[in-house]
């Protein structure tokens, strides 16, 4: 049972570039996640998915976009790298649950992204 | 605005001491407050979870507190091991659709020997 997995764990990119990062969950969960984890802050939301086919703005959501067409895969895209998008990126995924928040988020272990 | 703030910003220890480590938090609608555990390289990991009824719950050596009334969470770590070395991250859950958390920043705890 891998859990969620993130490909790749490591990427240099240059400005302007685009790049998709990867993100695979075999816990049959219905929601997931993108985050981006930078020093000094907590997690931010980016953009995350409450089923297939379905995708919603976080917290920061600008420069980014997703896909889920898959219920176990959520993709994210940048799509012109810029030096500000260099951080770690975290993907999550937790199950709808009967309560409201009351399910815990599991996450991968994140990919180092340097944008030069 | 829904804000998680934690302190101290980080903290060294001697192997075998006892910590506490502070969270406070102005989150509304609140759900639950959960710690997790942020090793080097890894992805956070859920240590325990409280709803607003909840005032402590332990998981081994780590017992975390809840006050709902001055939003205020506490977490302490008995007898640390070297293995505790990590982030602590308070984090809190919204009553609401999509299960969204807010997360505080982290303590950054070194156990040394």
Redesign the interface.
Known sequence: NAGVTQTPKFRVLKTGQSMTLLCAQDMNHEYMYWYRQDPGMGLRLIHYSVGEGTTAKGEVPDGYNVSRLKKQNFLLGLESAAPSQTSVYFCASSYRGAILGDQPQHFGDGTRLSIL | KNQ?EQSP?SLIILEGKNCTLQCNYTVSPF??L?WYKQDT??????LT?M?FSENTKSNGRYTATLDADTKQSSLHITASQLSDSASY?CVV??????????????TILRVKS
Request: charged share 15%; glycine share 18%; no cysteine.
């Open positions: 998680v910003q759900s639950n959960r390289g890894r992805g956070p990991v859920s979870i709803t991250i859950s919204l009553m609401e659709y999509g299960n969204k958390l807010v997360f505080g920043a982290g």
